[in-house]
């Protein structure tokens, strides 16, 4: 039975022996890695943004 995989960002069929796999290719691949470091994805963690002073203040 053969098994069909797909690529996650453009839904293009892919198969198993892609190089860039599960991504049917580099730039797919790349705006994936964008994806996590833009915070579209939910990252469960324990890092927080914190904001509680401002940066003008620092500067004078
Ligand atoms: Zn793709």
């Given at each position: 039975m053969k098994r069909l995989f797909f690529c996650p960002i453009c839904k293009s069929e892919l198969?198993?022996?892609?190089?860039d796999f599960p991504?049917?290719?580099e730039r797919c691949r790349l705006?994936?890695?964008g994806n996590w470091s833009d915070g579209s994805y939910a990252i469960p963690s324990d890092e927080q943004v914190v904001e509680d002073e401002e940066p003008n203040r620092l500067l004078n």
């Open positions: 198969g198993r022996e892609a190089v991504f049917c290719c705006i994936d890695l």
